[in-house]
């Protein structure tokens, strides 16, 4: 069925880790610690990519770069972001804002949010009152050592309602034998592959990236 928005959720988090630089949503920050990963630990980008992704049922950022790649060691997260927006222009949608949230003690969002959402906003190429972040001081969480993302991204369809309809009024009338050639095709691309055709692996998302 056309859908025109969808919804996605990411999250992701991180512990710090002395003598690393800290990066967060692609912004280098003055800070004694940076966070632990296999890629340069830009939690925010790793939870906005699991909100494009999740938007277009395409799998995680673990399916499309395993942890276990050393291709992806300290590898910049704007590479796994810039997959994610061609999958969900491959699906036929584009963002319409993004929401986020850094849940850490130090350093203090607050201060450096404008700078990070320019940043952000740039990534993916977006006006910047459609970037919100947020920062929040985990309260009796007890993880003070940890950093943690959670993303919301919201998607509209990149064609309109009625070109659609029109589309659909245009073509030829199928036979029943078009329609489930179409149908087992459509199935088996969608259980093995991305809208870009790369190879999906559905029971692995491990994410340590
Ligand atoms: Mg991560």
Redesign the pocket.
């Known amino acids: 069925m056309f859908m025109s928005m969808r919804i996605g959720l990411g999250f ?1 988090s ?1 512990a710090f880790k002395p003598g690393v630089p800290l990066v967060i949503g692609g912004l280098r920050i003055d800070h004694p610690e940076g966070l632990a ?1 296999h890629s340069d630990g830009d ?1 925010l980008l ?1 939870a906005l990519t699991d909100a494009l992704l999740g938007a277009v049922s395409a799998g995680d950022i673990g399916t499309f770069f395993p942890p276990t790649d050393p291709k992806w060691k300290d590898a910049d997260s704007s590479v796994f972001l810039k997959t994610a927006l061609e999958e969900i222009a491959l699906a036929g949608y584009k963002i319409v804002n993004i929401d986020c949230v850094l849940v850490m003690h130090r350093p203090k969002i607050v201060p450096i949010a404008a700078e990070m959402r320019e940043r952000v906003a740039d990534l993916l190429g977006l006006d910047l009152k459609c970037v919100s972040i947020k920062g929040k001081t985990p309260e009796g969480l007890q993880q003070d050592g940890t950093a943690v993302a959670h993303v919301v991204a919201l998607l509209e369809a990149i064609k309109l309602p009625h070109e659609h309809k029109k589309l659909t009024a245009e073509a030829d009338v199928p036979t029943d034998a078009d329609i489930d050639g179409v149908f087992s095709t459509v199935v088996a691309d969608a259980h093995n592959m991305s809208a870009l055709g790369r190879k999906r692996n559905p029971f692995s998302t491990d ?1 340590l ?1």
């Open positions: 992701d991180h990963g939690l790793h994410d990236t």
